[in-house]
């Protein structure tokens, strides 16, 4: 499944980003909302 791939690939970005980052906040809620599926 595709949202499998995704969510990998998001926790990856995940953890180059600083702890402070916006983006994190994003990426978080995307993986929640992929899980959901």
Same mark, same amino acid.
């Given at each position: 499944? =595709?949202? %499998? ?8 970005? &995940? #953890? &180059? &980003?600083? /702890?402070? %980052? /916006? $983006? =994190? /906040?994003?990426?978080? =809620?995307?993986? $929640? &909302? /992929?899980?959901? #599926?």
């Amino acid at each position: 499944q =595709r949202f %499998d791939e995704a969510v990998a690939a998001w926790e990856m970005m &995940l #953890k &180059l &980003l600083p /702890a402070g %980052d /916006a $983006r =994190r /906040a994003v990426i978080e =809620r995307s993986i $929640r &909302l /992929a899980q959901e #599926k």
